[in-house]
């Protein structure tokens, strides 16, 4: 099974089991496939930005009613400039950095040791903690590539922050293997899974499934360092 595939499985699992995510997980369940079928050709740029048109359709198809419509309205000439745009670190926050980052991550995933994702230096998608020794060692997902490196785990991945006085965590009843790791210094944040706590759970995936503690985050003057795929 490929990555791709077992994140769609993941999806699919944990929108079952929470209904506040419910159509966000369902949706990535389908997206994930669709780059796991894309991600065999997948092998440069250009092959990324010859995907939009089949992304676009999938999308058209799938999606909840605003980002169908964003689909609806792409300009297919324009693919290349907002993914060169994307993959050069200028992401607007605009609804065209799903359609970039979605096109873009069977590419830069396979991206050989050596060259780098240019988002690896990025704010991360997440977080999560894996056994190491005696302990528990902590790693980043980039949003990008999709691939782990360690981190200190007293330090903030959006400002640098190491007081640990200025750094919180967060859990929820609900999400008993995720937390937040929250700068009181710069206000982002970030979900950080355990992954000892579920063995089968998979960092990027997972924190599609933590909306409600995104929300608490928002109201309580948090911002989250990277959005992920569903724009939280």
Not at 24 to 49: D, K, M, N
Not at 163 to 189: Q, V, W
Request: proline share 8%.
């Amino acid at each position: 099974m490929s990555p791709w595939d077992r994140r769609a499985r993941r999806a699919r699992f944990l929108a079952d089991s929470f209904a506040s995510a419910r159509e966000i997980l369902t949706f990535y369940a389908g997206l994930a496939e669709w780059q796991g079928r894309t991600a065999p050709q997948a092998t440069s740029f250009s092959s990324a930005v010859a995907a939009i048109p089949l992304l676009l359709e999938y999308v058209k198809a799938s999606s909840p009613h605003a980002l169908a419509q964003a689909a609806r309205e792409f300009e297919i000439p324009q693919a290349e400039r907002v993914l060169r745009s994307y993959w050069e670190g200028q992401a607007d926050l605009s609804i065209n950095d799903f359609f970039a980052r979605a096109a873009l991550q069977p590419y830069a995933s396979s991206l050989p040791e050596g060259l780098d994702c240019p988002w690896c230096i990025k704010p991360p998608q997440a977080g999560c903690l894996h056994a190491q020794g005696d302990g528990l060692a902590f790693k980043l997902v980039c949003a990008l590539c999709l691939r782990r490196r360690p981190f200190p785990r007293t330090q903030c991945p959006g400002c640098g922050e190491s007081a640990e006085s200025n750094i919180a965590s967060f859990t929820a009843p609900d999400f008993p293997h995720m937390r937040l790791l929250a700068c009181e210094t710069c206000k982002g944040y970030l979900h950080v899974v355990d992954l000892e706590r579920d063995l089968a759970a998979i960092p990027e995936v997972d924190e599609l499934a933590g909306l409600p503690m995104d929300l608490w985050a928002v109201e309580s003057g948090y911002h989250k360092l990277q959005p992920n795929l569903a724009g939280v």
